[in-house]
Every structure is written in C-alpha cells, then in structure tokens.
C-alpha cells in the first residue's frame, strides 16, 4: 500500500454527524442533501415496486417509502435489486391490513425482478429428455432466473390486471395462487401455477427426482397431466441445461 | 479515446444510440447500474460497446469515506471493467457509506490533510484492484464546511500527484459550487493544470424551491453560464473527452445529440486550434 491506510479518526466523526444531519429534518443546504438521499431510494423503491405503487397511490406509496427507506436504508450501492425487505415489512404495518393482497403483489413484482437480472443459462431442451426412461433418478437443476412462490390470496390476478392498467374496484375470487417466472434469454415470462405444478417445481427445488416430484404433484390433483405440466415448464425456461453454459 | 463528445447512455435511447452515424460518438454509463449477475440490462450495454467506446462513471465507491473501499464493490467494478473494456473509468470526490448504510448521494468532506491521506489511499486501492488509472471528478457544493486546510483546486492537484489519477471536471458542479458559496467560476477552472484534466462533465442545474440555491439537478439543458466556462476551459487546455450528461426530464436522443454536436464543435475548434 503506497499511502498511509491508517485509521481517519476525525473524517469518521464528520461523517457520523453529517448522516445524522442528514436523518433530521433539515434545513438549508442539508435539505439538498436530505431530498437527494430520500428521493433516491424512494425512486429505486418505485421502479422496483410499480404496481404496489400504482394500488397504494402517489401520495400513500411515497409516504410508505420514506418509511421503509429510514427502517431499511440501502446497504449497497447498487439499486437495481433495493428493496428485498419490502414485502414482508408491508405486511408488518398496520395500514396493510386494509389491502391484504398488497404485501403478495409486493412479492411478486420482487420475483420478477430477481428473474430479470440473475445470471444468465442456457435452458434446459426438450431433446434432453426425449427417450428416457430415468425419471426416478433424474434431478435437474432449476433454471438460475426461475422464481416461483404459493400465495395465500389472488395476488397473481391483481397484478396482471394492474399490468393491464385496470381502473376500479378490486374484485377476485380469494383465493391462493400460484405464480412462476422464467427468464429462458431476455425477456422474463410470467406463467400461472396451479397447486401441482407450485409442488412439482417444489420437490424440482428441493432435489427430488423428476419421477418422486410428479408423484407429489399428483397428490394434490389426481387428474393432473403431469406430461403436459412438465412440458411447460420445460418449454417455459424452468430448468438449466445440465451442462451449463453461463454466458460470461 | 480520441478526444470527442459523448453522451450519458440512456435505456430509452437504446435504439437511436446504437444508429447513431455521428463520428467519435462514445457513451458513458454510471457503473453501479449494470453492477447485476445478467439480463437484459446487461446485453443492451454489450451491444452500445460493440459499436463505441464506452466510460465507466462510478457513483458509489464512497471514495472520500473514512473505511477502505468495499472488496466486493471493488471486485464487482473488475468484472464490469474486464467485461466492458472502457476507455475511462471515473469515481467522485465524495463520501456514500457509513456503518453499512449507502447513501444515493455524493457527499462532501472538509480538505483536511487527513481526508488528502485517506482519498489517495482509497484511489490507490481502486486503482490497484482494476490495474488501471482512474478519473476523480470534483464534487458540487451547497455547504461551505469549516475546516479546510487546502483551496479545492490544490486538493485535487495534490492527489493527482499522489496517485497518478487524473482528473474529471465537471463545469457545470464548478458554476453551481461558485453560485452557492460564492466563489469565481474561471479562475477555478484556470487553477487547474491542462495535463491533469482526462474528461469534462457539462449538465444542466437549476434553483431550488427557495430560489437560493443552484442545484446540480441533471435534469434540463446545459445552460450557457456553463457552455461559455467550458469555451475558455477547453480553449486553454485543449481538446478533451466531454460528456453530456442527463438524468432527469429526458429529451429525446436527437435533443441530446444537438448538445453533443455543440461540445464537437467547440472541441473541433479548439483542435484546429492547436493544429
């Protein structure tokens, strides 16, 4: 090391009291600071988050990201991903109980995210399985965008129609739903999962065999196609190609 | 990179930005934002530099910071540097985490002796985990701190001396600085040597709510305060790599492009100059 790297006592503290500065309510110049700050993670919060910003409304939504972002800054500098916590905070406030289908519409918007910035795979080709016979052996390894999650209301169905800009009131059957994003080359496909094909890419996750995982699938529809069901998901991006081939 | 005018590279520009016939267009982009394992976000930004000469302009190093740069912030910068190749790499003057906390912000210290020490340090650190030299741009200011012991000027000389960066001066954080705390735009910029100067950073500010102070917004035009200080900057130190840089309102692509065009030509004029 070519300079002195030695601890910088008094630069520390200036930096402990302007945060703190910052933290107030400021005046001045420090507002500058305050608003750059604030608005830079509630800009984040809001790209990350836009359909439960949509449902919560300007006004609501900034409010609640101002309060997020004081209970959970950012702790890197990168904020493409922000936010990882909000969901389950959501569903920590009292305010949510009003709209209970927001903290699982926050989980999926998460999801889809995480899809669309994970690394990169070659998925997996239906020629790999054509012709085998393995299937109480065979383990395959989840595709690395592959997001899937069981929620216990219709959150699926009040994200798509927020997607597709519905106005008005609400109105869905309360039910749970099951939701999968793939991420196969660029572009992330959202996919309907019912409660066999949540509990097949389940048992996939878990590593159960592809044969061990469609008998757990069955069990909850006997009249499940299971052939069809992992045919879509295969064709969907789900699985990684077993000799992966990350792009660089 | 030959010492053109280039643009802050936009998503919503991506198309025109790959079309774009300008000669010596380059782009540059905020590092942290492709600091992401893969996707789409990523393959947009391979494409911009299969056809021009990309710049790195870090934001969140937390450079002036009294901790060491974070490794893993360091390693993920390496990977974008190996991958992208870009012709400049550039980090502020500023102070971004504390105690685990970032701050989407550039955050201003006191030039004391000790910041000076702790600063080359941390620049010799990033400087030695990319294996190249960096760029540090001059902060803006809205708050004049007690306690400096050198003029800003001196403060970025010295470093340049200390760690073989060089420097990115961005005209517009030099008009705002002046306007808010009262200091003389020109002579600033004339402190500054023409061998130290690697890129300039021309924005667009405007004044906050209280119509006190300028701020370094990014979201409107360059305006001609700012075009007249870079005429005489580049007049005297020559022909450098600038950039126009917006971040909020965006313009569209040939908006921006006609600022770019203005920067060339100064450029151009200032090369036939010297020529």
């Known amino acids: ?248 | 990179m030959r010492p053109a005018a280039g643009v802050g590279f936009k998503a919503e520009h991506f198309a025109e930005a790959l079309a774009a016939p300008a000669a010596d267009l380059w782009f540059e982009v905020h590092a942290e934002n492709y600091m992401v394992p893969g996707g789409p976000r990523l393959a947009m930004l391979e494409a911009i530099r299969r056809e021009r000469p990309l710049s790195l302009h870090g934001v969140g190093m937390s450079l002036a910071g009294a901790a060491h740069p974070d490794p893993d912030h360091l390693a993920a910068l390496r990977r974008l540097v190996d991958r992208f190749e870009p012709a400049l790499v550039s980090e502020h003057l500023a102070w971004s985490r504390l105690d685990g906390r970032c701050f989407p912000d550039l955050l201003p210290v006191p030039r004391t002796n000790e910041v000076l020490s702790r600063l080359a340090a941390n620049i010799g650190s990033m400087q030695d985990a990319l294996g190249r030299e960096i760029l540090i741009e001059n902060p803006t200011h809205y708050l004049a701190l007690r306690d400096h012991q050198w003029s800003e000027t001196s403060f970025l000389c010295e470093l340049a001396r200390r760690t073989g960066c060089k420097l990115l001066i961005d005209v517009n954080n030099v008009a705002v600085g002046a306007h808010n705390l009262g200091y003389d735009a020109r002579a600033w910029l004339e402190a500054i040597p023409e061998k130290l100067v690697g890129e300039i950073h021309l924005a667009g500010h405007t004044l906050d709510g209280e119509g006190t102070l300028l701020i370094d917004s990014h979201d409107a035009p360059v305006s001609d305060d700012v075009w007249q200080l870079y005429e005489a900057f580049v007049g005297r130190i020559g022909a450098t790599p600038t950039l126009i840089e917006r971040d909020g309102n965006l313009p569209p692509f040939a908006e921006l492009m006609s600022e770019r065009h203005r920067a060339h030509a100064i450029l151009g004029g200032s090369l036939a100059l010297a020529a």
Not at chain 1, 162 to 173: S, V, Y
Not at chain 1, 236 to 242: D, K, L, N, P, Y
Request: net charge negative.
């Open chain 1, 1 to 248: 090391m070519p300079f002195s790297a030695g601890a910088s006592p008094l630069l520390l503290e200036f930096q402990r009291g302007f945060a703190a500065a910052i933290g107030a309510s400021a005046e001045g110049p420090m507002r500058v600071y305050r608003n750059t700050v604030v608005s830079g993670c509630v800009d984040a919060l809001r790209d990350n988050y836009p359909v439960v910003a949509r449902l919560l409304g300007d006004e609501m939504f900034e409010a609640v990201a101002v309060d997020f972002t004081t209970a959970c800054p950012p702790r890197q500098p990168i904020l493409a991903l922000y936010g990882e916590r909000f969901p389950d905070w959501i569903e920590m406030q009292g305010w949510a109980s009003d709209v209970p289908y927001v903290p699982d519409v926050a989980r999926i918007e998460r999801l889809q995210l995480e899809s669309l910035f994970a690394p990169d795979a070659e998925p997996l080709g239906m020629t790999f399985l054509s012709g085998r016979d393995d299937w109480a052996k065979l383990q395959l390894p989840l595709h690395p965008a592959a997001r899937f999650a069981w929620l216990s209301t219709p959150a699926m169905s009040i994200w798509l129609s927020q997607l597709n800009c519905a106005d008005g009131e609400l109105e869905f059957d309360w039910r749970s739903e099951g939701v999968l994003f793939t991420r196969p080359a660029l572009e992330v496909e959202r996919i309907r999962l019912d409660a066999s094909g949540h509990r097949f890419l389940f048992g996939i996750r878990a590593g159960e065999s592809v044969g061990a995982a469609a008998i757990a699938a069955s069990s909850h529809d006997p009249d499940v196609d299971i052939g069809s069901l992992f045919a879509a998901l295969v064709n969907a991006g789900a699985f990684a190609a077993r000799f992966n081939r990350s792009l660089p």
